[in-house]
């Protein structure tokens, strides 16, 4: 499957974005997909993962509550809503993807095996 996401821009802080990552080659329905984040010179950083049907979701506990994932199957598609956006979100953010079995497993960060590019989100102090 290859993943392409977009929707990263500039914000100012307390404001909102949607970042999206559209699945191709194979039909995301069958893959529990995350969204992670990578700042220059530090470690990628898992951010968020939800089940292949979407049933299951969890978050970093620096994003609960202000970020949501959530995909949509029949779109081939999985988002990322971001709400009160602080400077220190400001990263490279990356969607992947992994296969499974069940439609309630969601994976941690070492499990996904296919990765979009990346798309920037900065926010403004």
């Known amino acids: 499957v290859q993943l392409q996401a977009s929707g990263g821009g500039l914000v100012q802080a307390g404001g909102s974005l949607r970042l999206s990552c559209a699945a191709s080659?194979?039909?995301?329905?069958?893959?529990?997909a995350g969204w992670f984040r990578q700042v220059p010179g530090k470690e990628r950083e898992f951010i968020a993962g939800?089940?292949?049907?979407?049933?299951?979701?969890n978050y970093q506990d620096s994003v609960k509550g202000r970020f949501t994932i959530a995909r949509d199957n029949a779109k081939n598609t999985l988002y990322l809503e971001m709400s009160g956006l602080k400077p220190e979100d400001t990263a490279h953010y990356y969607c992947?993807?992994?296969?499974?079995?069940?439609?309630?497993?969601?994976?941690?960060?070492?499990?996904?095996?296919?990765w979009g590019q990346g798309t920037l989100v900065t926010v403004s102090s």
């Open positions: 080659g194979h039909t995301l329905r069958l893959y529990a």
């Open positions: 992947a993807a992994g296969p499974v079995f069940s439609d309630y497993r969601v994976l941690r960060g070492h499990e996904y095996n296919y």
């Open positions: 939800i089940s292949r049907s979407g049933i299951g979701t």
